[in-house]
Nanobody, 113 residues
Framework: QVQLVESGGGLVQAGGSLRLSCAAS????????MAWYRQAPGKKRELVAT???????NYLDSVKGRFTISRDNAKNTVYLQMNSLKPEDTAVYYC???????WGQGTQVTVSS
């Protein structure tokens, strides 16, 4: 059974940084597009960033220049580096594999003003 385990969330002040990790098992991230989504209270889940097997990245407009998605194939782990965090970035962040519709359990990110 595929597992995606997120970690790295927490409480941070506006302007701060966090790095989220998504450790995958029973799936090889290097040959799959990987994605990060987020869902704020009362809002729809939205796509934050993707990285393809070829390394191409794409970002939600509101996070461009602040967030960076990357992966470590040796560790089979995907990362989301989040800098210059804003209160509106507060959400549960999920790791996702589009090809197989696999979701992680989510990690809470809270940005205080």
């Amino acid at each position: 059974q595929v597992q995606l385990v997120e970690s790295g969330g927490g409480l941070v002040q506006a302007g701060g940084s966090l790095r989220l990790s998504c450790a995958a098992s029973r799936i090889t991230i290097s040959i799959n597009t990987m994605a990060w989504y987020r869902q704020a209270p009362g809002k729809k889940r939205e796509l934050v960033a993707t990285i393809t097997d070829g390394g191409r990245t794409n970002y939600l407009d509101s996070v461009k220049g602040r967030f960076t998605i990357s992966r470590d194939n040796a560790k089979n782990t995907v990362y989301l580096q989040m800098n210059s965090l804003k209160p509106e970035d507060t959400a549960v962040y999920y790791c996702y594999v589009p090809t197989y519709n696999y979701w992680g359990q989510g990690t809470q990110v809270t940005v205080s003003s």
